[in-house]
Nanobody
Framework: QVQVVESGGGLVQAGDSLTLSCVVS????????MGWFRQAPGKQREFVGG???????NIADSVKGRFTISRGNAENTADLHLTSLFVGDTARYYC?????????????WGPGTLVTVST
């Protein structure tokens, strides 16, 4: 059974950086494209970025220049690197597969990891 788990969230101050990780298990023999979304309280889910199985990335314009995505060292892992965080980045961040852009139809997603940015 495929499972998706995010980690790395927490409470940070404005201007700080954070790295979120996504691990997909139960997927022997597969190499997924992976996407990151976020949802702030009272708002709709927002695409953040995605990465293909070969490492090609697609970052949303709203976070381009501050957020990047990379594949992890282990198969089916992907890291979301957040820099210059501000209060508006506060949200629960979700990893979804397979997904590389905001038009994807993910089959699996994790419970999310909460990022809270304080002033």
């Amino acid at each position: 059974q495929v499972q998706v788990v995010e980690s790395g969230g927490g409470l940070v101050q404005a201007g700080d950086s954070l790295t979120l990780s996504c691990v997909v298990s139960g997927s022997a023999g597969s190499r997924y494209s992976m996407g990151w979304f976020r949802q702030a309280p009272g708002k709709q889910r927002e695409f953040v970025g995605g990465i293909t199985s070969s490492g090609i990335t697609n970052i949303a314009d709203s976070v381009k220049g501050r957020f990047t995505i990379s594949r992890g060292n282990a198969e089916n892992t992907a890291d979301l690197h957040l820099t210059s965080l501000f209060v508006g980045d506060t949200a629960r961040y979700y990893c979804e597969i397979p997904c590389t852009d905001d038009r994807c139809l993910p089959t699996y997603w994790g419970p999310g990891t909460l990022v809270t940015v304080s002033t």
